[in-house]
């Protein structure tokens, strides 16, 4: 594993961006596996950034997103569809139908989550995803668990995950008990894993992760296997581990 240590979140959203840029740049028809949360906000406004420019070209690229609430309709301003299009996809030339999220509005499970793999084999993988950490080491939202699945499924999200989103909703009881995740099978085989992690408060979970015993309880530490991985953190987040 690679690690990029950056000064604060500013510099890790440009570093992290930089390496994203060049996979679209290598291969202008490259598969994008895309993220939400906040950590990727500073990196997807530098893409957008470097469009504007002029210096990148996202019309062949195609995207699939890592996961999706189960029950949002996409025109919930909560829903993953809605922060892929208002933080990324309507700020640059992808084309609406070479990008992918979960349907979370299919409430038959077990056909969304075929369908969702079978779209990503179509797709031929996955040349780069990129990931949030979860405080309980969470990574799409595949939570601490006896095994680490393999591909797409439905999980039901743990407290401290609810917790923790709650503060995009009116209420915790407004945020969705379950969710759509591309299975850590799924990520594993993509070739190429970029994972940003900022804040103090991701400190514990980021030395545990990467530098802990590998175990489904803390489903990142599974990227410690993965050939291609690039750490992007901040200073704050590396705090625990001696580098
Ligand atoms: C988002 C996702 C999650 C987040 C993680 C970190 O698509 O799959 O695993 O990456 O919860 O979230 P933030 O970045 O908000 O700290």
Redo the contacts with the bound molecule.
């Keep these: 594993m690679r690690i990029i240590k950056t000064k604060d979140y500013e510099e890790l959203s440009r570093k992290a961006a930089n390496i994203l840029a060049a996979e679209v740049i290598r291969n202008p028809e490259c598969v994008l596996g895309l993220?939400?949360?906040?950590?990727?906000i500073g990196l997807y406004k530098n893409l957008i950034k470097m469009y504007n420019d002029g210096d990148l070209d996202f019309s062949n690229v195609k995207s699939a997103?890592?996961?999706e609430y189960r029950g949002l309709p996409r025109d919930n301003d909560q829903s993953?569809y809605y922060f892929m299009h208002d933080n990324l996809f309507n700020h640059i030339n992808i084309k609406e139908e070479n990008t992918n999220v979960p349907d979370g509005t299919n409430m038959d499970a077990e056909a969304e989550c075929k369908r969702y793999d079978q779209l990503i084999k179509d797709l031929g993988g996955v040349d780069i995803q990129l990931?949030?950490?979860?405080h309980d080491g969470?990574?799409?939202?595949n939570e601490p668990a006896d095994h680490f699945a393999v591909g797409t499924n439905c999980v039901d999200l743990a407290e401290q995950?609810i917790e923790?989103n709650k503060r995009f909703f009116a209420s915790a009881d407004d945020v969705p008990r379950q969710a759509y995740?591309m299975g850590i099978g799924t990520i594993m085989a993509a070739r190429k894993v970029l994972i940003i992690v900022s804040g103090k408060d991701k400190a514990e979970i980021v030395k545990k992760a990467f530098f802990g015993p590998v175990t489904p309880e803390v489903p990142a530490s599974i990227l410690q296997f993965h050939k291609d991985v690039v750490l992007v953190a901040d200073e704050d987040a590396l705090s625990l581990c001696d580098l």
């Design positions: 993220a939400t949360g906040s950590s990727p997103n890592l996961d993953y990931l949030g950490l979860g969470h990574i799409g939202f995950t923790a995740t």
